[in-house]
Each structure stands twice: as C-alpha cells, then as structure tokens.
C-alpha cells in the first residue's frame, strides 16, 4: 500500500521486503501500482525484477508451527 519507495512493508510481521538488488533504484526494481487488489500493489516485468526479504524470520515462523 506504500506506492512509493524502496521497500514493500510487511504490517502482519518483520518481513519488509527491498525492492530489487539495493537500497536505490535501479532496473531489477518493481514498479509500485495503484491498480492492486487492495489499494496500492508492485507489478513485475516478468523479467528482472524482483524484492528482497529476511528469509530466516520466515524459516523460523514455520518451524515454530
């Protein structure tokens, strides 16, 4: 929902995710939308782009279940 930015915030946890390869903008980046299910989304070129996550939060949420 952010629609601008670098990161994608992740509001059910600690899992914010960077856009592309770094902090800045560059061309492995998604492009922010309005047109997404609820409010603002990321569209991806099917190409290069591509965000960035802690995996290992995500590891541990499903080895905790």
């Known amino acids: 929902d952010e629609g601008t930015g670098q ?3 992740d509001y059910t946890s600690s899992n914010n995710g960077t856009l ?3 902090g800045s903008a560059d061309s ?15 569209q991806f070129d099917g190409s290069n782009d591509y965000t960035v996550t802690k995996i290992h939060d ?4 499903f080895f905790e279940q």
Request: aromatic residues 12%; proline residues 4%; without cysteine.
């Open 7 to 9: 990161t994608a915030y």
């Open 28 to 42: 492995a980046d998604p492009v922010w939308t309005s047109s997404g299910r609820v409010g603002g989304a990321l």
């Open 58 to 61: 995500l590891i541990d949420y």
């Open 20 to 22: 592309g390869s770094s």
